[in-house]
């Protein structure tokens, strides 16, 4: 099946099931917040993450992913993975080698900061350096769907990503996409995207921000 039939959708299943169905080597980045892992009780609504803040589970968990992203990727393409620091030790032997990049939110109503972890690099491996630019995203609020999901990640944060490591016209994945904030800063950039979530209702919800955008435009 040729990649397009994929592009512009949002599906809901196990992400193993869409990577094993999309062509390889045709994607031009990965760019996904997975599950952290770290904490022993965060739940979604389709249940707890599986690893429960054990480092060995999440990466069994985790694994057979990031490898067939590896294969979907077009040479030299690139993947950001969201990672929690608590498995820093672990990051070496698990994606080789890369480079950590930081990123700031920074949220003018309520004066908060906070800093997230992305493990960063091509398809081959290949660290990838932090662009020349300021490390800092502003953002005013979520809108609440944080009453959604327990780790909704802002469409700036993912904006930062998109636009240092892809070009207009790319097509990005987001296996992992809950609330769709990476395809919503996808689309207002001009990439095309490919979305999946374990979660039906995160999957509607990520469908509906995007349609909301579209009106937006329109």
């Known amino acids: 099946m040729n990649i397009t039939n994929f592009v512009g959708k949002v599906y809901c299943g196990n992400a193993l099931d869409l990577l094993r169905a999309i ?68 990051f070496g032997g698990w994606f080789g080698p890369h480079r950590q990049w930081t990123i700031g939110r920074y949220r003018r109503t309520g004066q908060s900061f906070i800093s997230n972890l992305w493990i960063v690099q091509t398809r081959e491996q290949m660290p990838i350096e932090f662009p020349k630019r300021n490390g800092v995203v502003e953002f005013q609020n979520l809108g609440g769907l944080h009453r959604y999901h327990p780790c909704i990640k802002p469409v700036e944060e993912l904006a930062f990503l998109i636009e240092s490591l892809t070009r207009p016209g790319d097509i990005v ?32 919800i990520a469908m509906k921000r995007l349609a909301d955008e579209n009106k937006q435009v329109g």
């Open 23 to 90: 062509p390889l080597a045709s994607v031009d980045a990965i760019i996904v917040d997975a599950m952290y892992g770290t904490s022993k009780n965060c739940r979604y609504d389709w249940g707890l993450d599986p690893a429960k803040g054990d480092p060995v589970k999440h990466w069994e968990y985790h694994k057979p992913i990031y490898d067939l992203c590896r294969k979907v990727l077009k040479p030299r393409g690139a993947i950001a993975w969201g990672a929690g620091a608590k498995f820093l030790d672990q």
């Open 173 to 204: 994945l987001d296996w992992c996409c809950g609330l769709g904030s990476t395809l919503v800063a996808a689309q207002r950039l001009g990439r095309r995207y490919i979305g999946c979530d374990l979660s039906l209702n995160y999957s509607r």
